[in-house]
């Protein structure tokens, strides 16, 4: 089903159920230790920040994409990454990494979000039409192993 969804200053239709029968599937997932800190971390992550993910059908512990940075000031790391949902942007000014900005971003506590059209590693056989949700993010380290940090 079809939902018109306001999120800041876009308007996203999303099929949410298709969104959400995609993430449920068995998917490949990048398992190196850095990645695994991503997916358990996301167990803590705010719930305002669940709510966005929730709202548009994506399970936030499978991304498409991760890239993890070395550890900045405040102690944590910065993650950038993608999320496809099945739906299009109606309304709102559109991202890519290169012009990531306040005009076409929004900050939800440690996360700045953006909506792209410019897809980069949509899975395969994932329903169309795709809207990525790109993302940068500065995450703490909550796996026990000793990481010797940057």
Request: with cysteine.
């Given at each position: 089903?079809?939902?018109?969804?306001?999120?800041?200053?876009?308007?996203?239709?999303?099929?949410?159920?298709?969104?959400?029968?995609?993430?449920?599937?068995?998917?490949?997932?990048?398992?190196?230790?850095?990645?695994?800190?991503?997916?358990?971390?996301?167990?803590?992550?705010?719930?305002?920040?669940?709510?966005?993910?929730?709202?548009?059908?994506?399970?936030?512990?499978?991304?498409?994409?991760?890239?993890?940075?070395?550890?900045?000031?405040?102690?944590?790391?910065?993650?950038?990454?993608?999320?496809?949902?099945?739906?299009?942007?109606?309304?709102?000014?559109?991202?890519?990494?290169?012009?990531?900005?306040?005009s076409n971003t929004i900050e939800i506590e440690n996360f700045k979000f953006g909506f792209?059209?410019?897809?980069?590693?949509?899975?395969?056989?994932?329903?169309?039409?795709?809207?990525?949700?790109?993302?940068?993010?500065?995450?703490?380290?909550?796996?026990?192993?000793?990481?010797?940090?940057?």
């Amino acid at each position: 089903m079809i939902q018109m969804i306001k999120i800041a200053n876009w308007l996203i239709e999303v099929n949410v159920e298709k969104t959400q029968e995609f993430y449920n599937k068995d998917l490949d997932v990048c398992n190196c230790l850095y990645c695994n800190n991503f997916v358990a971390a996301c167990k803590h992550f705010n719930a305002s920040v669940l709510d966005l993910f929730r709202k548009l059908g994506i399970n936030p512990a499978k991304p498409a994409h991760l890239s993890e940075f070395p550890i900045n000031e405040d102690g944590n790391r910065k993650y950038i990454g993608q999320y496809h949902l099945v739906g299009r942007v109606v309304k709102g000014e559109l991202c890519t990494f290169s012009k990531f900005k306040k005009s076409n971003t929004i900050e939800i506590e440690n996360f700045k979000f953006g909506f792209s059209e410019d897809l980069e590693f949509v899975p395969k056989n994932f329903p169309s039409p795709v809207v990525q949700l790109d993302f940068d993010a500065n995450i703490p380290w909550v796996l026990n192993n000793n990481l010797e940090f940057d």
